[in-house]
């Protein structure tokens, strides 16, 4: 902990602990950078929802890694910023469009 000053008085301030990387995470995330190049190159940088034509910043997992979906190019989409946050915030329309998948659906 440390004190910050403020108003005049020193008050307690409490310092995050940043979480270390655990091993499967840092594999998983190995595994996904390895991917990235060919989802790129699928993608030729574009983001691939619908028509939009924004710089793809962002991979996105068609099925949720939560849900078993893995790392394979087929389960893997470039999309930009906002398209990324629109599936996430919109499920129910991201399942109908097919970007998002069940585990229990046939790939």
């Known amino acids: ?9 020193a008050t307690e301030v409490k310092r995050s602990r940043i979480k270390p990387v655990s091993d ?3 594999a998983y995330l190995e595994e996904l950078d390895s991917m990235r190049p060919a989802v790129k ?4 940088g574009w ?18 890694r939560s849900q078993g ?6 389960n893997l989409i470039d999309l930009c910023n906002g ?5 996430h915030a919109h499920p129910s329309e991201a399942f109908e469009m097919g970007l998002l998948r069940h585990n229990w659906e046939v790939d």
Not at 1 to 9: A, Q, R, W
Not at 83 to 87: A, D, E, L, N, V
């Open 1 to 9: 902990m440390f004190f910050g000053v403020g108003d005049g008085e």
């Open 24 to 26: 499967k995470r840092r």
């Open 41 to 44: 190159e699928r993608s030729g």
């Open 47 to 64: 983001c691939e929802f619908g028509h939009c034509r924004a710089e793809a910043t962002e991979v996105h997992h068609i099925r949720r």
């Open 69 to 74: 979906g893995g790392n394979e190019l087929s």
């Open 83 to 87: 398209h990324h946050k629109f599936i």
